[in-house]
């Protein structure tokens, strides 16, 4: 089974905890996401941390896709990952590092690894279409946390 990796980078300017609480807060999710997926929260904690689940529902390759991921590492305030529990991928990884680079500044680290799904889904959801997908999703998701968590 090949296992495809995606990564994404962002500086902003803020603390490192600031950012881990705001990513932490599973609410938090559709303020950042793009308004296409329309991502609604259905079940989850207030505040992540190991072990936690998620239900979400959101759209994406022109279906309405329901998911749940579990918290599987947690190293407050400079990593957490989450993988998928059930929905369409074969396998899905998400992990988030976030490093302090100076007095004000914070690097994050968005790295992604997946296998498609197999089946007719997978003849829609193919590796470099999630690719794409990852990169417009990233790009708004970098864009919408400068403008929410940066100073005016």
Request: proline share 7%; net charge neutral; with cysteine.
């Amino acid at each position: 089974m090949h296992t495809a990796e995606f990564s994404a980078h962002c500086e902003l300017d803020c603390g490192v905890e600031t950012l881990f609480q705001f990513l932490t807060r599973p609410r938090n999710g559709p303020k950042y996401s793009p308004p296409d997926t329309k991502l609604k929260i259905l079940d989850g904690p207030e505040q992540l941390q190991l072990g936690s689940r998620v239900k979400f529902r959101l759209r994406g390759f022109g279906q309405r896709l329901q998911l749940e991921n579990e918290v599987v590492e947690f190293d407050e305030p400079t990593s957490f990952a989450e993988e998928q529990t059930s929905g369409p991928m074969t396998y899905w990884r998400h992990c988030r590092t976030l490093k302090q680079i100076s007095e004000s500044k914070t690097l994050l680290t968005d790295e992604v690894y997946f296998t498609p799904p197999k089946g007719l889904v997978g003849f829609v959801m193919t590796e470099s279409r999630i690719r794409k997908q990852l990169e417009r999703g990233f790009a708004h998701q970098h864009a919408v946390l400068h403008q929410l968590l940066e100073p005016a």
